[in-house]
T-cell receptor, first 113, second 112 residues
Framework: GDSVTQMEGPVTLSEEAFLTINCTYT??????LFWYVQYPGEGLQLLLK?????DKGSNKGFEATYRKETTSFHLEKGSVQVSDSAVYFC????????????FGAGTRLFVKA | GAGVSQSPSNKVTEKGKDVELRCDPI?????LYWYRQSLGQGLEFLIY????????KSGLPSDRFSAERTGGSVSTLTIQRTQQEDSAVYLC??????????FGPGTRLTVL
């Protein structure tokens, strides 16, 4: 079945450092890919998404490119801020799976001032 | 417009009691999902409703768990004979087409 694997955390960075959180997936169809973020004490919210191969999703300085050849959707940000400290979830939604969304285990990011 | 709402926000119950958790999705959203998030853990899929189709119950951990969606809108997740391992945050999400999901604030369930 479909699955999502993302790097284990926690990830601890200093402010202004470069961030990469790896995410790979397996899917039988052609899924849409997502990154969701959960800030401390808040609910999950969509950060960015991409619906087809080579699409790049971007939001709040974060980017991720849908790479079909490597089945990856790595999250990147050039310069993190303390306010980016949160848990990040990679996810896929596959039409052939009835749009059931599969989430990765989440990666906790701590950014130090 | 209003987002996804869930009630109660917190529920404390005794082991063996039944609980009902409610989710009000965004109006017009055809898909509704329930997840469970244990402390420091990821999201565990529980059940998925899409329109009038039979729900995908493949994530329900035991027959003590059930869910209904009435009139294609409000959903209730019921846990019978609660156990301490049921303690978690229960999240509901809705989506228009099964694509982007919009999450509610969750119900924190504590089973004593």
């Amino acid at each position: 079945g479909d699955s999502v694997t993302q790097m284990e955390g926690p990830v601890t960075l200093s402010e202004e450092a470069f961030l990469t959180i790896n995410c790979t997936y397996t899917a039988t169809g052609y899924p849409s890919l997502f990154w969701y973020v959960q800030y401390p004490g808040e609910g999950l919210q969509l950060l960015l998404k991409a619906t087809k191969a080579d699409d790049k999703g971007s939001n709040k300085g974060f980017e991720a490119t849908y790479r079909k050849e490597t089945t990856s959707f790595h999250l990147e940000k050039g310069s993190v801020q303390v306010s980016d400290s949160a848990v990040y979830f990679c996810a896929l939604s596959d039409r052939t799976g009835g749009f059931k969304t599969i989430f990765g285990a989440g990666t906790r990011l701590f950014v130090k001032a | 417009g209003a987002g996804v709402s869930q009630s109660p926000s917190n529920k404390v119950t005794e082991k063996g009691k039944d609980v009902e958790l409610r989710c009000d999705p965004i109006s017009g959203h055809t898909a509704l999902y329930w997840y469970r998030q244990s402390l420091g853990q990821g999201l565990e899929f529980l059940i998925y409703f899409q329109g009038n189709s039979a729900p995908d119950k493949s994530g329900l951990p035991s027959d003590r768990f059930s869910a209904e969606r009435t009139g294609g809108s409000v959903s209730t997740l019921t846990i019978q004979r609660t156990q301490q391992e049921d303690s978690a945050v229960y999240l509901c999400a809705s989506s228009l087409s099964g694509d982007t999901q919009y999450f509610g604030p969750g119900t924190r369930l504590t089973v004593l």
